[in-house]
């Protein structure tokens, strides 16, 4: 019986491995080149976001929200969070939790490679759970983003239900 099951289950997960290479999603298993880098985003989102969660949210947005940097050393690296004020902003108006987003871009399962043509060579990251991507960006981007993020999410709070990509949170590793 239980061997049964668990061959069965074996199975199950081999056939959908097969369909994520179908659709250009790899899982990044400890033999994959972005592993250790997939393991520190991990775990500097996760106290990232445990460090904005702990903040008191501010009814009005101000000028240092949108210039807020916060920098979090960690074994081997350091993480730089944007404007967390301004996104934890946003992530709350489109109601969605800290905790849930947090569990999602921590989560002990492995994230996931999705391979596209993207002009610009980014690397895009599918959380386990299948909630949310992560882009790579190079640091003219960041910097776009970052004097538009205003307008951004002006346009966010006019229009609730733009098919724009939400941007829920910009960090550099």
């Known amino acids: 019986g239980e061997s049964r099951a668990s061959t069965r289950r074996r199975r199950l997960f081999w056939k959908l491995r ?36 702990q903040s008191d949210i501010q009814p009005q947005l101000t000028d240092e929200d949108y210039s807020a940097k916060l920098t979090q050393g960690h074994k081997g690296y350091v993480m730089r969070t944007y404007a967390s004020p301004v996104f934890q902003h946003f992530r709350q108006s489109l109601g969605m939790s800290e905790e849930g ?35 790579t960006q190079s640091k003219r981007e960041v910097h776009f983003l970052l004097q538009i993020l205003p307008k951004y999410i002006q346009h966010f709070q006019a229009y609730p239900h733009s098919l724009l990509v939400k941007i829920l949170g910009e960090h550099t590793v």
């Open 18 to 53: 097969q369909r994520w290479k179908l659709l250009g999603l790899f899982e990044i298993d400890k033999e994959h080149e972005f592993y250790s880098l997939t393991c520190d985003l991990k775990e500097g989102l996760r106290d990232a976001i445990q460090e904005v969660t």
């Open 101 to 135: 987003y947090q569990r999602s871009l921590s989560a002990c399962g492995l994230y996931l490679q999705f391979i596209s043509n993207s002009k610009s060579k980014a690397d895009f990251f599918l959380t386990n759970d299948k909630r949310f991507f992560l882009k």
